[in-house]
């Protein structure tokens, strides 16, 4: 058993659609130069969406290494000053060793570092670490700070 499969040809002749077809064609040039050019204005925008995503991402990267730092720092003197509660309360202040003031100048911008007693018969003391912040506009004057209370 051998099927033949023949091609078939249209016995029916459909005149006058060619030159309907060329015309088609000629109202259609340009359509897809169109549409690449929109395609690359959508991707444009969104991959300047996504720099400035990775520029904000960058920016709140730094504020919060910096403020984690400020805040080790005020932690750690007040640590200092509780481990040394008899040294401190005799003279009613804390002594800001020099790593400090070196560690509060190299980690953080203009970085400062200040210890007040509240009340000394009390033994309550405020750390203050300061610096400059230039990334974020709301920001008093630029200087953020993180301060803490505590009694030692």
């Known amino acids: 058993m051998s ?4 091609a078939m040809k249209p016995s029916v002749a459909i005149t006058g659609q060619a030159p309907m077809l060329a015309a088609g064609r000629r109202r259609q040039r340009g359509v897809t130069m169109i549409e690449v050019l929109v395609a690359l204005l959508v991707l444009s925008v ?16 730094q504020s919060a290494y910096h403020r984690t730092q400020a805040t080790n ?4 003197v007040a640590d200092f000053a509780r481990v040394n509660r008899s040294a401190v309360l005799a003279a009613c202040q804390v002594p800001l060793l020099p790593g400090w003031q070196n560690f509060s100048q190299q980690q953080l ?5 200040e210890v007040n007693f509240v009340n000394c018969g009390m033994g309550e003391i405020t750390v203050t670490v300061s610096w400059a912040e230039q990334r974020l506009e709301d920001a008093a004057g630029n ?4 301060v803490i209370t505590t009694r030692i």
């Open 143 to 146: 200087i953020e700070s993180v």
């Open 3 to 6: 099927t033949e499969i023949r």
């Open 46 to 61: 969104g991959l300047l969406g996504l720099a400035a995503l990775q520029a904000v991402s960058l920016q709140a990267g």
């Open 109 to 113: 911008p203009n970085g400062q570092l």
């Open 73 to 76: 720092l005020a932690y750690e």
